[in-house]
């Protein structure tokens, strides 16, 4: 591997700590804001649970900024998968930076009078984030070898950038303002924007006949440099025979490249993709189990409150440790289905059902977690529900990626990834609905149950796998 692929990759799963996910670690940033007293103003009564004086209104308005933050960063697939298919990585990438770097300044010039900007601020970070994700998954062409494992790698980052908010609430506990706080990230968002010029590829990853990654990144930005000087500084006939040497032929390499890629994509267009009795229950897999997680998210402080009223700071802060182990926990399902994917099967096995049979284990200790957690948060098992949470939100989100990654053409990778997490988007409103009802210990208990049941059939998506590697 070059040195521009290493820097990519190694640049990537920094970026991905510092700027993707961190919406996911809302329940620490919560805590601090609760503190400064945001939304408090609409509180006529409050109880106090431990040091954090709450009400209905107070928790559910928190609760409904991570709501529509998770929402639009599910939904925004569609539009940015489109852009990031159409137009190319810098594109996208510019739009991402763009929403990252305002949403941090209108943190910097927040106050608990003007609590309102949480909503934009919020989705416009999610929203961002998500798509630094997307932009990143790319980057498997560079080991193709080791594809699983850098997927759920590159997500498992993504889970652990709850330690931005958890490093928020650790400096404000140490007496750092929280408006400085967020000046700080206003100037670190400058760092995605380096890498999308320097570091990612302005289209896509292109391989030559070796199979290995086209120059990309920083030789194209100076590559444009060149032809900007050159034709500011020669006539019209002298561009014409520029344009017909060196840099025309590179072209026509380029363009002859993306004709081969175009043929072979048209042996599974978008449209027979959709038409994929496993996109849809890869689609419905996410929705149920982005649901689950999201839920156990939005709720977890309301949880704790109810059963250690006492230890709420004491969880909040588990949970952050949590999260922020799931980065070394999630390229384990990736490792599985590599192993899965290169052992299974002997020399007459086709690559397609090794493939198969990785992505079935990968999906069934998935549903497996998922169905874990739910029997831990019925039972009120706090720390087995944050171990299995340890595991099963890397697992649920690289999985869903990797399976898309894997089983359909890269060049419809965004629109795929988009629309699917559309679904999930819209589904997981439902959590809001739920958390209205769950004041009550008996209600919360019910609505578990409710999910566990849901839980269970969504593993229509392992068995329809283990289906087609059976009929291979």
């Known amino acids: ?11 990537a799963l920094l970026e991905m700590v510092l700027a993707a996910g961190v919406i996911f670690g809302w329940p620490s940033l919560q805590l601090v804001l609760m503190q400064e007293g945001y939304f408090a103003f609409n509180c006529s009564s409050a109880s106090s649970n431990g040091t954090f004086a709450t009400c209905s209104f107070n928790e559910s308005s928190y609760n409904l900024v991570f709501t529509l933050s998770t929402v639009a960063l599910m939904i925004s697939g569609i539009p940015f998968g489109y852009i990031f298919d159409k137009f190319g990585t810098w594109t996208s990438r510019i739009i991402a930076c763009f929403l990252n770097t305002f949403a941090w300044a209108l943190l910097a010039v927040m106050s608990p009078q003007t609590a309102g900007l949480l909503f934009p601020a919020m989705i ?48 404000y506990d140490n007496g750092i303002h929280l408006r400085t706080i967020f000046q700080f990230m206003a100037c670190l968002s400058v760092f995605p924007w380096l890498r999308t010029f320097l570091l990612m590829p302005k289209n896509k990853i292109q391989l030559n006949k070796n199979g290995n990654a086209a120059k990309y990144g920083i030789f194209e930005v100076l590559h444009l440099a060149k032809r900007t000087q050159t034709n500011s500084a020669v006539t019209f006939e002298s ?26 994509e048209k042996e599974l267009s978008l449209k027979l993709c959709l038409k994929s009795p496993l996109f849809w229950s890869n689609l419905i897999f996410l929705c149920v189990g982005y649901l689950r997680l999201v839920f ?24 952050s440790y949590i999260l922020i182990a799931a980065g070394l926990a999630a390229p384990i399902n990736g490792v599985i289905g590599d192993v899965v994917v290169k052992y299974s099967g002997d020399s007459n096995t086709s ?30 098992s706090i720390y087995g529900s944050l171990i299995i949470l340890l595991f099963f939100r890397s697992f649920l989100m690289g999985g869903v990626s990797n399976f898309l990654a894997q089983n359909f053409p890269m060049v419809h990778f965004g629109q795929l990834y988009g629309i699917t997490f559309f679904a999930g988007g819209l589904f997981s409103l439902l959590q809001y609905a739920l958390f209205l009802t769950i004041q009550d210990s008996f209600l919360f208990s019910i609505v578990n149950y409710l999910l566990l049941g849901i839980c269970i059939l969504s593993f229509v998506h392992p068995f329809l796998i283990l289906i087609k590697v059976l009929k291979d």
Do not use: H
């Not at 025979?241 to 072979?264: A, F, L, Y």
């Not at 059963?307 to 802060?317: C, L, S, V, W, Y």
């Not at 493939?355 to 831990?376: A, D, E, H, M, P």
């Open 1 to 11: 591997m070059t040195v521009l692929g290493t820097l990519s990759l190694i640049t």
């Open 124 to 171: 416009m970070i999610a929203v961002g984030g998500k798509q630094l994700l997307v932009s990143n998954v790319q980057l498997t062409d560079l080991i193709s070898n080791r594809k699983s494992t850098y997927v759920y790698l590159v997500d498992g980052t993504y889970d652990s950038s709850v330690v931005v908010f958890f490093l928020f609430k650790v400096a």
């Open 239 to 264: 561009q014409n025979q520029v344009n017909s040497n060196p840099s025309e032929e590179s072209n026509q390499e380029q363009i002859s490249s993306v004709d081969m890629k175009q043929s072979k």
């Open 296 to 319: 156990f998210f939005g709720s977890y402080i309301t949880w704790i409150s109810q059963i250690q009223p006492d230890r709420i700071n004491f969880f909040a802060n588990l949970f």
């Open 351 to 380: 690559r397609n059902t090794r493939k198969l049979r990785g992505l079935f284990v990968s999906t069934l200790i998935t549903g497996c977690l998922q169905i874990i957690l739910n029997i831990t948060v019925i039972i009120n």
